[in-house]
Structures are given as C-alpha cells and as structure tokens.
C-alpha cells in the first residue's frame, strides 16, 4: 500500500472533467463541486442529479461518448465509466497530458484520492485509508464530523 499525502489545493481556477454520470460520478462532483472553478460532465446519460446540475448551470453537461477531444485544458479527470478497459484507456490518455486522474473502482490508476471530507467553514478536513478501506474512512470522518458538532456547542 502506498500512503498518499494529504495536500489541500485550491481548485478554483481549475478545469475538472468528469467522464461518467453515474451514482459514483455523482457522489464525486458533489464533494469536489463548492472546491471546483470549472466542472464538465461528458456521457451518454446520467443520473437525475447530474442533469439537474446542468439544468441549473451549475456544470457543464454534454450528453455525448467522451471523445480525447474533451480533455483539451482539463487540470483534473475523474473517470467513472463503469467500464474497466475504457476507464484505464482515458486514464492513459490523461497521463500522457500530465492531468492528474482519478479512477473510480480502481484505485491503482489514480493519481489522488477522493477523501472523506468534515466541513465547518472555515475548517475543512479530508479522511482517507489510502483508497483501501472505504468504510474506515467514512467511519472516520463521521467520528471526526460528531466531534466537531460538539466542539461548536462548547
């Protein structure tokens, strides 16, 4: 297991791609979305959350096959196709354009890890297990959030 640092990077000025609109994209855009400059969504169909995002204009959808086009100015890819030959085809492609990916459902293609994140502004704090055990991370953060819920009755 490698240990990954954990780093807090500003984002705003960042291009995020997502390729994928499902379930786990979803999770996905939501807890990187108020970090997030710019998010677009390429798929051939997404969950209603997604397309409810788009609706509002609060990312960018586009209801299509993800084409190596699409990753023209993108910072970071989130990659969530459900398909594994496709998912580790667009992470090469990502690679070779030195834009940092993350690949859902496999984690020895990515670069980053999505944490659990605790926020109360201004304190932001992101959990992970090194992408090898989702339930201690989120039991974790959940630890870490009840924590905090009592540091803000004192």
Do not use: W
């Amino acid at each position: 297991m490698s240990l990954y640092f954990p780093m807090f990077v500003d984002l705003t000025q960042k291009n995020i791609l997502f390729v994928g609109a499902g379930k786990i994209a979803l999770r996905r855009l939501v807890s990187i979305y108020d970090f997030a400059g710019s998010v677009t969504v390429v798929a051939p169909e997404a969950v209603p959350g997604i397309e409810q995002l788009a609706d509002e204009g609060c990312i960018e959808f586009h209801c299509r096959r993800f084409g190596e086009e699409d990753l023209a100015g993108t910072d970071i890819a989130i990659i969530a196709t459900g398909h594994a030959g496709t998912d580790a085809r667009i992470a090469d492609m990502c690679r070779r354009r030195g834009i940092l990916v993350n690949v859902a459902g496999d984690s020895s293609l990515c670069d980053f890890y999505f944490p659990g994140i605790v926020r109360d502004d201004p304190v932001v704090v992101g959990v992970t297990a090194c992408g090898e055990d989702h339930k201690l991370a989120a039991e974790t953060a959940a630890k870490i959030r009840e924590m905090m819920g009592q540091l803000d009755a004192d």
